[in-house]
Structures are given as structure tokens and as C-alpha cells.
Nanobody
Framework: QVQFVESGGGLAQAGGSLRLSCAGS????????IGWYRQAPGKQRELVAF???????NYVDSVKGRFTISGDIAKNTAYLQMNSLKPEDTAIYYC????????????WGQGTQVTVSS
């Protein structure tokens, strides 16, 4: 089964930091991008940050300047450094990948819960 395995979530206070990790499992093809998504209770899953094979990164406006994505796409690994956390960052965070000339895949794992208290 092709999926990502996420870790590193937990409970943090507002203003605090967490570092999430993910690693691809069962991936036998080449990805050209990896992204971090999150899903808060009652809301749709959203893409918050992604990185592409040429080194570029992109962030949703709500996390710009606070979150940093890094990793090694060739090794199917990614990290999300989250600083200055806010209660609205509370969600389950997931990794996903995309292949060249394809849309984002469906490589969802269990995710990792991030809870930010005020």
C-alpha cells in the first residue's frame, strides 16, 4: 500500500512550535512534489504547504512566515516546522505526494494530530 506515515504532532501552547515529519511507504515511482495538508473538525482538508522537485515551496497565506516545509522528495520524506502556533492551526496534518504530469495522489496515512491551546 502506498501511503505516507506522519509523526511529530502533539499539544502546544499558542506561540509555541512543533516539527512534523513524514515518510513515504511503498512508493516505487518518482514524485515531483510533496505537500502537507490539514483537516480541522468540520472543515475540508486543505493544502497548507508544498515543495517541488526544483526546490520551490509554496504556502497558504494563513501559515506564511510561520511554517517551513523541507525534506527530500527523492527519498519521499518531508518535514513541517511550525512556529508561532495559533489555536486555529489545530487539525490533523497529513502528507501527500504528486507524480509528474499527474494531479496530487491519494497516499493518505493516519495523519498526526496537532492541538494548539490558547
Amino acid at each position: 500500500q502506498v501511503q505516507f506515515v506522519e509523526s511529530g504532532g502533539g499539544l502546544a501552547q499558542a506561540g509555541g512550535s512543533l516539527r512534523l515529519s513524514c515518510a513515504g511507504s511503498g512508493i516505487t515511482f518518482t514524485l515531483n512534489r510533496i505537500g502537507w495538508y490539514r483537516q480541522a473538525p468540520g472543515k475540508q482538508r486543505e493544502l497548507v504547504a508544498f515543495m517541488v522537485i526544483d526546490g520551490g515551496t509554496n504556502y497558504v497565506d494563513s501559515v506564511k512566515g510561520r511554517f517551513t516545509i523541507s525534506g527530500d522528495i527523492a527519498k519521499n520524506t518531508a518535514y513541517l516546522q511550525m512556529n508561532s502556533l495559533k489555536p486555529e492551526d489545530t487539525a490533523i496534518y497529513y502528507c501527500n505526494g504528486g507524480r509528474p504530469r499527474y494531479s496530487w495522489g491519494n497516499y493518505w496515512g493516519q495523519g498526526t494530530q496537532v492541538t494548539v491551546s490558547s
